[in-house]
């Protein structure tokens, strides 16, 4: 499970449309859902307003892709993918308590 989180997320830097597809329609969860899902863990209990508010700034905003996550964290795209690399390296591998 990790290898294919893994694999499925450098396919997704390599090619983020082809990387939402399976089977040729488009994947309900996947390397994008996840990455959105590790922003909104991250930033959202700290975000004015919290994960709510957050979402709709990355939704409703003009930009889309990395400038948007960018934009709207205040981060470096490196910064934001070296984070979420080492959340699906370390996921099951470190207990949560």
């Known amino acids: 499970m990790l290898l294919r989180s893994v694999l499925g997320w450098a396919s997704f830097l390599r090619d983020p449309a082809a990387a939402a597809m399976e089977n040729g329609e488009g994947a309900v969860y996947g390397v994008p859902a996840n990455l959105l899902r590790f922003?909104?863990?991250?930033?959202?209990?700290?975000?004015?307003?919290?994960?709510?508010?957050?979402?709709?700034?990355?939704?409703?905003?003009?930009?889309?892709?990395?400038?948007?996550?960018?934009?709207?964290?205040?981060?470096?795209?490196?910064?934001?993918?070296?984070?979420?690399?080492?959340?699906?390296?370390?996921?099951?591998?470190?207990?949560?308590s």
Not at 70 to 82: C, E, K, Q
Request: glycine share 16%; proline share 2%; hydrophobic share 35%.
């Open 39 to 96: 922003i909104l863990d991250l930033y959202g209990p700290s975000y004015s307003g919290g994960e709510t508010a957050l979402m709709r700034e990355l939704t409703g905003s003009d930009q889309t892709g990395y400038s948007n996550l960018t934009t709207v964290t205040g981060d470096s795209i490196g910064l934001l993918l070296t984070l979420f690399g080492l959340n699906l390296w370390a996921d099951g591998r470190i207990w949560h």
